[in-house]
């Protein structure tokens, strides 16, 4: 919780800090995109809530993660007077491929592979210059989603689907 309050985002990774770069323009619009989406499907159905980049999840390990996006179910929010600590992971992570993570890919795996483990039911990778995702249920259940096709969010959330093409406008 005594996370720098310098204006960057950081990530608690075996003990030390990580500093996350500012996002590209690029970047933060497709988040916005996918989460304007999420959270109007997700919002008047009472299903859970949305979490933006600055929220942190502490994983079983100790670990403090903070996806670019996540969903935690309405029966796994805590109470209002526990939202001033960081979260159980969520049911659904989603990172969006940054110059960084395509740098550091084996940073990524170890944090998508953390996020399974962790009982993260569905974790999205956006990756932006080869319009796909990649969608995770298990480290070794990967799907492909292809630009004209559309994300969905299966048995975590029944019946949101979203284009590809739609986020990467």
């Known amino acids: 919780?005594?996370?720098?309050?310098?204006?960057?985002?950081?990530?608690?990774?075996?003990?030390?800090?990580?500093?996350?770069?500012?996002?590209t323009p690029r970047h933060g619009r497709i988040v916005v995109q996918l989460m304007v989406r999420l959270h109007a499907f997700v919002e008047p159905r009472r299903l859970g809530a949305i979490f933006a980049p600055e929220t942190g999840f502490r994983m079983p390990g100790g670990n403090v993660r903070g996806p670019d996006i996540a969903f935690v179910r309405q029966e796994r929010l805590p109470l209002d007077s526990m939202l001033d600590r960081f979260l159980d992971p969520p049911?659904?992570?989603?990172?969006?491929?940054?110059p960084h993570d395509r740098e550091h890919p084996r940073e990524l795996m170890d944090k998508i592979g953390e996020y399974l483990e962790s009982g993260v039911r569905l974790v999205w990778v956006i990756d932006d210059r080869k319009h796909r995702a990649l969608v995770y249920r298990a480290i070794d259940d990967v799907r492909e989603v292809a630009a004209?096709?559309?994300?969905?969010?299966?048995d975590v959330l029944p019946g949101f689907s979203c284009p590809l093409a739609v986020i990467f406008e």
């Open 1 to 23: 919780m005594a996370l720098p309050d310098d204006g960057n985002s950081y990530e608690l990774v075996d003990g030390q800090l990580r500093m996350s770069p500012k996002a």
């Open 148 to 154: 004209e096709g559309a994300l969905d969010g299966g």
């Open 91 to 98: 049911d659904l992570a989603i990172e969006v491929l940054s």
